[in-house]
């Protein structure tokens, strides 16, 4: 019999399917899951990711809200959360934590179209590093995201209270004040950070 304290080491965090699955396939499986949010590397690798804690979820929720309330000043484009697929230029498909989406990219989109998952990069994207993220991953990913178009990102880092600032043919540069400015897709948007890291407290 298996010990629930073995549980973890036999439950895999990547799965590798041959021949790859579809795009169709692909969003037919994570249509169908209940546990776990599905992304996928470039490679096709399939990545399951666990629901998140309590903390880092009213973190999410934190950021969120600061930008649904910057949107709701203009109402263009669309904010989406972390259950917002994206299936981008290299094959690969992402999840962000927040992104949001402009006019622009949204235009000749069809209704059908924006029930599926989006076959575009997000002008803007947050990621927020919880307690069991890997820096290195972290940063792997905001990496991929940049690649495959995305014009700004933001990856907070509650436990050093620090935001790594992406942009694109700029050195990463690192922000740690009380507030973060959005620009380019997301001008006049600031992010409150002493409100992000009462979350974590």
């Keep these: 019999m298996v010990s629930l304290l073995e549980i973890p080491t036999l439950i895999p965090r990547t799965l590798l399917v041959d021949p790859p699955l579809s795009d169709d396939e692909f969003e037919r499986l994570s249509e169908r ?7 996928r590397s470039k490679e096709g690798t399939i ?3 666990p629901p998140a804690g309590a903390l880092t979820s009213s973190g999410n929720v934190e950021i969120l809200r600061q930008l649904s309330n910057w949107w709701l000043q203009h109402r263009r484009g669309r904010v989406l959360g972390s259950d917002a697929g994206f299936f ?25 179209q924006l029930e599926r998952f989006l ?11 919880s307690p069991s993220d890997l820096l ?3 940063k792997e ?8 178009g995305v014009q700004l990102g933001w990856l907070v880092d509650p436990k050093a209270r620090r935001v790594f600032v992406y942009e694109p043919d700029a050195e990463v540069r690192i922000e740690t004040g009380s507030e973060v400015h959005g620009s380019g897709p997301v001008a006049g948007f600031v992010l409150d950070l002493l409100e992000v890291w009462i979350c974590f407290e």
């Design 33 to 39: 899951s209940n546990f776990t949010c599905f992304e």
């Design 47 to 49: 990545l399951m990711n």
């Design 88 to 112: 981008l230029p290299d094959g690969s498909m992402l999840s962000p934590d927040a992104a949001y989406v402009t006019a622009e990219q949204l235009q000749g989109l069809t209704h059908a």
């Design 119 to 129: 076959r575009l990069a997000p002008a803007f994207v947050v990621e927020l590093r």
């Design 136 to 138: 290195a991953a972290c």
């Design 141 to 148: 990913k905001m990496e991929s995201w940049m690649a495959n």
